[in-house]
Protein backbone atom coordinates (compact mmCIF):
# COMPACT_ATOMS: atom_id res chain seq x y z
CA UNK A 1 0.00 0.00 0.00
CA UNK A 2 1.28 3.41 -0.92
CA UNK A 3 2.33 5.47 1.96
CA UNK A 4 -0.36 8.64 0.69
CA UNK A 5 -3.08 8.10 -2.08
CA UNK A 6 -5.25 10.06 -3.54
CA UNK A 7 -8.16 9.49 -5.59
CA UNK A 8 -7.16 8.87 -9.41
CA UNK A 9 -9.08 11.52 -11.16
CA UNK A 10 -8.90 13.47 -13.59
CA UNK A 11 -12.03 15.88 -12.49
CA UNK A 12 -13.84 17.46 -15.17
CA UNK A 13 -16.28 19.78 -13.61
CA UNK A 14 -18.43 23.26 -14.39
CA UNK A 15 -17.32 26.77 -13.62
CA UNK A 16 -19.83 27.25 -9.86
CA UNK A 17 -19.25 23.47 -9.36
CA UNK A 18 -18.36 22.17 -5.54
CA UNK A 19 -15.65 19.17 -5.92
CA UNK A 20 -14.12 16.97 -2.94
CA UNK A 21 -10.77 15.29 -3.00
CA UNK A 22 -9.87 12.98 -0.81
CA UNK A 23 -7.01 11.71 0.23
CA UNK A 24 -5.88 8.59 2.81
CA UNK A 25 -2.30 8.25 4.67
CA UNK A 26 -0.59 4.70 6.08
CA UNK A 27 1.19 6.27 8.64
CA UNK A 28 -0.33 6.80 11.92
CA UNK A 29 2.97 8.67 13.43
CA UNK A 30 2.12 11.68 11.20
CA UNK A 31 2.09 15.21 12.25
CA UNK A 32 1.42 17.48 9.64
CA UNK A 33 -0.95 17.98 6.83
CA UNK A 34 -1.12 20.21 3.46
CA UNK A 35 -2.51 20.77 0.21
CA UNK A 36 -0.55 21.80 -2.12
CA UNK A 37 -1.71 22.54 -6.05
CA UNK A 38 0.72 22.64 -9.03
CA UNK A 39 -0.09 23.98 -12.53
CA UNK A 40 1.41 22.10 -15.65
CA UNK A 41 5.09 22.31 -15.36
CA UNK A 42 5.33 24.48 -12.64
CA UNK A 43 6.41 23.89 -8.72
CA UNK A 44 4.04 22.96 -6.08
CA UNK A 45 2.53 26.07 -4.10
CA UNK A 46 1.69 25.80 -0.94
CA UNK A 47 -2.84 25.90 -0.72
CA UNK A 48 -3.62 25.44 3.03
CA UNK A 49 -2.06 23.55 5.71
CA UNK A 50 -4.76 21.03 7.85
CA UNK A 51 -5.97 21.47 11.10
CA UNK A 52 -7.44 18.68 13.15
CA UNK A 53 -9.94 20.93 13.96
CA UNK A 54 -11.02 21.72 10.16
CA UNK A 55 -9.60 24.97 8.34
CA UNK A 56 -11.32 27.08 5.94
CA UNK A 57 -9.62 29.75 3.14
CA UNK A 58 -12.69 31.51 1.48
CA UNK A 59 -13.93 29.04 -0.99
CA UNK A 60 -11.52 26.09 -0.21
CA UNK A 61 -11.91 23.83 3.32
CA UNK A 62 -9.39 21.21 4.55
CA UNK A 63 -10.88 18.40 6.87
CA UNK A 64 -8.22 16.20 8.41
CA UNK A 65 -9.74 12.73 10.51
CA UNK A 66 -6.94 11.38 12.35
CA UNK A 67 -8.47 8.05 13.17
CA UNK A 68 -9.67 7.11 9.83
CA UNK A 69 -6.16 8.68 8.73
CA UNK A 70 -8.13 10.78 5.94
CA UNK A 71 -7.82 14.51 4.56
CA UNK A 72 -9.81 15.77 2.81
CA UNK A 73 -9.95 19.66 0.31
CA UNK A 74 -13.50 20.72 -0.69
CA UNK A 75 -13.94 23.64 -3.28
CA UNK A 76 -16.25 25.49 -3.77
CA UNK A 77 -17.94 27.87 -6.23
CA UNK A 78 -14.97 26.39 -8.72
CA UNK A 79 -12.91 29.23 -10.98
CA UNK A 80 -11.17 28.41 -14.28
CA UNK A 81 -7.84 29.18 -12.46
CA UNK A 82 -8.57 26.30 -9.90
CA UNK A 83 -7.38 23.82 -12.82
CA UNK A 84 -4.06 22.27 -11.94
CA UNK A 85 -3.49 19.28 -9.91
CA UNK A 86 -3.83 18.94 -6.37
CA UNK A 87 -1.42 17.55 -3.57
CA UNK A 88 -1.83 15.75 -0.50
CA UNK A 89 1.27 16.32 1.68
CA UNK A 90 1.73 14.22 4.64
CA UNK A 91 4.94 15.02 7.20
CA UNK A 92 6.58 12.80 9.77
CA UNK A 93 9.70 13.56 11.19
CA UNK A 94 11.91 15.26 8.16
CA UNK A 95 10.13 13.47 5.50
CA UNK A 96 7.41 14.72 3.83
CA UNK A 97 5.49 12.33 1.79
CA UNK A 98 3.35 13.87 -1.18
CA UNK A 99 0.39 11.79 -2.72
CA UNK A 100 0.04 11.15 -6.52
CA UNK A 101 -1.97 14.07 -6.93
CA UNK A 102 -5.28 14.46 -8.52
CA UNK A 103 -5.88 16.89 -11.96
CA UNK A 104 -8.82 19.05 -11.73
CA UNK A 105 -10.22 20.89 -14.96
CA UNK A 106 -12.50 24.00 -14.55
CA UNK A 107 -14.73 23.92 -17.79
CA UNK A 108 -16.38 27.19 -18.89
CA UNK B 1 11.56 38.46 1.19
CA UNK B 2 13.36 36.35 -1.38
CA UNK B 3 11.60 32.73 -2.87
CA UNK B 4 13.04 29.88 -3.49
CA UNK B 5 15.56 30.37 -6.50
CA UNK B 6 17.03 26.93 -8.40
CA UNK B 7 19.74 26.58 -11.31
CA UNK B 8 19.94 26.16 -14.13
CA UNK B 9 16.52 25.85 -15.62
CA UNK B 10 16.77 23.12 -17.83
CA UNK B 11 20.29 20.63 -18.56
CA UNK B 12 20.96 18.02 -20.92
CA UNK B 13 23.49 15.54 -20.19
CA UNK B 14 24.49 11.90 -20.70
CA UNK B 15 24.35 9.25 -19.42
CA UNK B 16 27.24 8.05 -17.02
CA UNK B 17 27.90 11.74 -16.46
CA UNK B 18 27.95 13.84 -12.96
CA UNK B 19 25.35 16.89 -12.46
CA UNK B 20 25.15 19.03 -9.62
CA UNK B 21 21.80 21.26 -9.43
CA UNK B 22 21.78 24.49 -6.61
CA UNK B 23 19.32 25.73 -4.87
CA UNK B 24 19.26 29.22 -2.81
CA UNK B 25 16.86 28.53 0.08
CA UNK B 26 13.95 31.74 1.05
CA UNK B 27 15.48 34.18 3.67
CA UNK B 28 15.51 33.17 6.70
CA UNK B 29 14.69 29.29 6.13
CA UNK B 30 17.55 26.73 7.55
CA UNK B 31 15.72 23.69 6.32
CA UNK B 32 16.34 22.56 2.86
CA UNK B 33 14.70 19.23 1.17
CA UNK B 34 15.17 17.90 -2.61
CA UNK B 35 12.69 15.66 -4.44
CA UNK B 36 12.49 14.13 -7.48
CA UNK B 37 9.00 14.36 -9.70
CA UNK B 38 9.07 11.80 -12.87
CA UNK B 39 6.66 13.27 -15.25
CA UNK B 40 3.08 12.22 -14.06
CA UNK B 41 3.94 11.42 -10.40
CA UNK B 42 4.34 13.63 -7.16
CA UNK B 43 7.68 14.46 -5.58
CA UNK B 44 9.57 12.02 -4.00
CA UNK B 45 11.66 12.75 -1.12
CA UNK B 46 15.16 12.46 -1.78
CA UNK B 47 17.04 14.11 1.21
CA UNK B 48 16.80 17.22 3.69
CA UNK B 49 19.36 19.26 5.37
CA UNK B 50 19.43 20.97 8.70
CA UNK B 51 21.97 23.17 9.63
CA UNK B 52 24.42 21.70 6.65
CA UNK B 53 23.97 18.31 7.94
CA UNK B 54 21.83 15.67 5.85
CA UNK B 55 18.48 15.06 7.97
CA UNK B 56 16.45 12.52 6.33
CA UNK B 57 16.95 10.48 3.46
CA UNK B 58 14.15 8.84 0.84
CA UNK B 59 14.72 5.67 -0.64
CA UNK B 60 17.56 6.64 -3.20
CA UNK B 61 20.87 5.35 -4.08
CA UNK B 62 24.06 6.84 -2.65
CA UNK B 63 24.97 8.02 -6.05
CA UNK B 64 22.63 11.06 -5.10
CA UNK B 65 24.56 13.15 -2.38
CA UNK B 66 24.13 16.49 -1.52
CA UNK B 67 25.35 19.67 0.26
CA UNK B 68 24.22 22.40 2.44
CA UNK B 69 26.29 25.28 3.31
CA UNK B 70 26.34 28.11 6.20
CA UNK B 71 24.23 30.81 4.01
CA UNK B 72 21.72 27.61 4.04
CA UNK B 73 21.40 27.26 -0.03
CA UNK B 74 22.43 23.55 -1.17
CA UNK B 75 23.84 21.55 -4.08
CA UNK B 76 22.21 18.04 -5.13
CA UNK B 77 24.86 16.06 -6.95
CA UNK B 78 24.37 12.50 -8.80
CA UNK B 79 26.83 10.50 -10.06
CA UNK B 80 26.75 8.03 -12.77
CA UNK B 81 23.56 9.54 -14.81
CA UNK B 82 21.10 7.11 -15.44
CA UNK B 83 17.91 7.48 -18.23
CA UNK B 84 15.65 7.03 -15.47
CA UNK B 85 17.36 9.93 -13.57
CA UNK B 86 14.92 12.09 -16.36
CA UNK B 87 13.25 14.58 -14.03
CA UNK B 88 12.15 17.96 -11.84
CA UNK B 89 14.11 17.97 -9.45
CA UNK B 90 12.61 20.64 -6.73
CA UNK B 91 14.01 22.00 -4.01
CA UNK B 92 12.15 23.12 -1.09
CA UNK B 93 12.82 25.17 1.84
CA UNK B 94 11.35 26.02 5.12
CA UNK B 95 11.68 26.37 8.95
CA UNK B 96 12.63 22.85 10.76
CA UNK B 97 8.98 21.02 10.21
CA UNK B 98 7.15 23.73 8.67
CA UNK B 99 5.47 23.78 5.62
CA UNK B 100 7.36 24.05 2.78
CA UNK B 101 7.88 26.59 -0.30
CA UNK B 102 9.43 25.17 -3.56
CA UNK B 103 11.72 26.69 -6.12
CA UNK B 104 10.84 26.63 -9.69
CA UNK B 105 12.83 23.24 -9.97
CA UNK B 106 15.71 21.73 -12.59
CA UNK B 107 14.24 19.94 -15.44
CA UNK B 108 16.94 17.72 -16.09
CA UNK B 109 16.77 15.33 -19.29
CA UNK B 110 19.60 12.10 -19.72
CA UNK B 111 19.98 11.26 -22.90
Avoid at chain 1, 3 to 15: A, H, I, L, S, T
Avoid at chain 2, 6 to 18: F, M, Y
Amino acid sequence: RKEVEQDPGPFNVPEGATVAFNCTYSNSASQSFFWYRQDCRKEPKLLMSVYSSGNEDGRFTAQLNRASQYISLLIRDSKLSDSATYLCVVNYGQNFVFGPGTRLSVLP
Amino acid sequence: ETGVTQSPTHLIKTRGQQVTLRCSSQSGHNTVSWYQQALGQGPQFIFQYYREEENGRGNFPPRFSGLQFPNYSSELNVNALELDDSALYLCASSLAGAEQYFGPGTRLTVT
